[in-house]
């Protein structure tokens, strides 16, 4: 049966309530019923802070396929998570644990009691759950280091200028805006003979490349699901 507490513990736990949110979220917020404030909390979070949408900014406003949506998706709430969460928690790079002052400092704090083995059993989970938390930790910021420079992937260039496999709606040879040949609107059906080979070649060399892109996009991916748990503060 559930112990009742009695009217001095119900005054206690109330009075420490409003202490601590004066303290922490100051006197209005404090005396505001708990329904308003609920109530206030809801419409901001339906009207501005949105938690329930992702805004891709790596993605334009216009359609995208899927199989780039879920890529693309992911690693915004990684980003997300680095700039607004993890890195602000510390005022830049979350530092990594030194696991041998670490240990210093537990074997300082709890060694001198008697129960040995209890103590080094405590120690050793202790050890193991910072060297976790750095590994997972690292892993975060690899993979949100190799995001951020994912763009600046180098690409086989035509005519000197850099390709791109999509229908961009422009001529055959002609430049997009970012000064990159479209080489599915190029086709391979235009030009001498000897323009018809060297596209061939080069159409070829690009899917290689971007064939090797892909399946880096799969890896990181597959990476950046194995830390999904990590992914709080």
Avoid at 165 to 182: A, C, M, R, V, W
Wanted: net charge negative.
């Amino acid at each position: 049966m559930p112990h009742k507490k009695s009217l001095s513990q119900k005054l206690y736990s109330f009075a420490r309530d409003i202490v601590d949110n004066i303290e922490y979220r100051g006197i209005v917020y404090a005396f505001t019923p708990t329904w308003v404030r609920d109530f206030i909390r809801t419409i901001k979070d339906y009207f501005y802070y949105r938690y329930n949408v992702i805004k891709i900014n790596t993605l334009s406003f216009h359609y995208h396929d899927p199989v780039d949506v879920l890529l693309h998706a992911n690693f915004q709430v990684l980003t997300d998570f680095v700039e607004k969460e993890l890195i602000t928690s510390f005022y830049g790079e979350p530092p990594l644990f030194d696991l041998v002052k670490e240990e210093r400092q537990l074997r300082e704090d709890y060694g001198q009691g008697t129960d040995k083995e209890d103590i080094e059993k405590f120690i050793q989970q202790s050890l193991d759950s910072l060297k976790s938390e750095n590994e997972s930790t690292q892993e975060i910021l690899d993979l949100y280091h190799w995001w951020k420079n994912r763009e600046k992937r180098i690409w086989p260039e035509y005519h000197g200028k850099r390709c791109y496999f999509g229908t961009s709606g422009k001529g055959i040879g002609e430049l997009n805006k970012y000064g990159e040949y479209d080489l599915y609107e190029m086709g391979d059906s235009e030009g001498t003979e000897e323009e018809k080979i060297k596209y061939k070649i080069h159409r070829d060399e690009w899917g290689k490349v971007d064939d090797a892109y892909e399946k880096e996009d799969d890896e990181m991916l597959n990476r950046l699901i194995k830390i999904r748990r990590h992914l709080w503060t």
